[in-house]
């Protein structure tokens, strides 16, 4: 049974701080997402990775970062949070690049809420 | 620009009717078309994947349609069940300097009462 687990369900953080989000995924994929999902905007890419140490930006990565040192692990960060960062943040995996392989796993989701 | 525009945006139906979801998008190239469902406070969860060739599949309960010309897809809902209750959500892929991309509708919150 395929599996993408986050490290927390519910976070709490202050303005300011460094906030690191973790993923796990256990079916060898090659690529990784993170998205954030905000009611009405569905979801929203931040950055993706087909590689280890490799890394994209998505179509909303300002104020994010990621790091991609294994195969399985996917960490998003907040270097200074934000309040307009509160949101639900999913990550996902995805079978390895190729032309109709792209059955994406998301994870159950962290839902992130800076004061 | 590439877009996934679903409607309606939120539907109330009663236990054991039937309902239909609408997807209209403006992807190309296309790769293929997912319906996911999302229950409150999950990850989504895979429902069907279709490709360009391929105008109906069906899981349990579950049909979605593609008419690749039009570009428009539906999920249609078979005799709808409390557990139904969630978030549908459209995807379309593309392809897109050698990747595959995901484009995302806002869904639809579908409740099913009693």
């Known amino acids: 049974d395929v599996k993408v687990t986050q490290s927390s369900r519910y976070l709490v953080k202050r303005t300011g701080e460094k906030v690191f989000l973790e993923c796990v995924q256990d079916m060898d994929h090659e690529n990784m997402f993170w998205y954030r999902q905000d009611p009405g905007l569905g979801l929203r890419l931040i950055y993706f990775s087909y590689d280890v140490k490799m890394k994209e930006k998505g179509d909303i990565p300002e104020g994010y970062s990621v790091s991609r040192e294994k195969k399985e692990r996917f960490s998003l960060i907040l270097e200074s949070a934000s309040t307009n960062q509160t949101s639900m943040y999913l990550c996902?995996?995805?079978?390895?690049?190729?032309?109709?392989?792209?059955?994406?796993?998301f994870g159950q989701g962290t839902r992130l809420t800076v004061v | 620009k590439n877009q996934v525009e679903q409607s309606p945006q939120s539907l109330i139906i009663l236990e054991g009717k039937n309902c239909t979801l609408q997807c209209n998008y403006t992807v190309s190239p296309f790769s293929n078309l997912r319906w996911y469902k999302q229950d409150t406070g999950r990850g989504p969860v895979s429902l069907t994947i279709?490709?360009?060739?391929?105008n109906t599949k069906s899981n349990g309960r579950y049909t979605a349609t593609l008419d690749a010309d039009t570009k428009q897809s539906s999920l249609h809902i078979t005799a709808s069940q409390l557990s139904d209750s969630a978030s549908y959500i459209c995807?379309?892929?593309?392809?897109?300097?050698?990747?595959?991309?995901?484009?995302f509708g806002a869904g639809t919150r579908l409740a099913v009462h009693p």
């Open positions: 279709m490709t360009f060739s391929e």
């Open positions: 996902a995996s995805g079978a390895p690049r190729r032309q109709g392989a792209t059955e994406a796993f």
């Open positions: 995807v379309v892929s593309l392809l897109s300097g050698g990747y595959n991309k995901l484009i």
